[in-house]
């Protein structure tokens, strides 16, 4: 088994609905903007560049949320959630590596069509 990857995911909140986006692959499932952290970048440089390349969205970085460890497919991938606060200035559009974005109400995120975990984070972590 190769290594663990290091990724990051911003949970961004703005009048009572949770952003998130879905990506273009096979399963259609909707996740919390992130990716991995690039060699030589920064946890924040590397959250700040993945909400702006899913979503168009400039954000700074706040307090961390919590982390989530996947191993399995496609190997084994520790993920950092940070809040990532949003100014509300500009619009939220699927950039170029999501397929849609959505502000969700936090009282239906649960039936969105989550990515597998991520409910029981966000419910672990107080968000919904």
């Known amino acids: 088994m190769s290594r663990p990857e290091l990724s990051v995911s911003g949970v961004v909140i703005h009048d009572g609905k949770l952003l998130l986006v879905r990506r273009p692959d096979p399963d259609g499932s909707w996740a919390i903007p992130g990716g991995r952290v690039e060699e030589g970048e920064s946890l924040v440089e590397a959250l700040q560049r993945e909400i702006m390349e899913e979503t ?3 954000i700074s970085v706040g307090a961390l949320v919590g982390f989530a460890e996947r191993i399995g497919r496609p190997g084994h991938q520790v993920i950092m959630s940070f809040f990532a606060l949003w100014g509300g200035d500009g619009r939220a559009v699927a950039a170029s590596d999501a397929s849609e974005v959505a502000w969700v109400p936090l009282s239906e995120v649960e039936s969105f069509g989550l990515v597998e ?4 984070f966000l419910r672990r972590a107080g968000i919904i």
């Open 56 to 58: 168009g969205l400039q």
């Open 117 to 120: 975990g991520l409910a029981d």
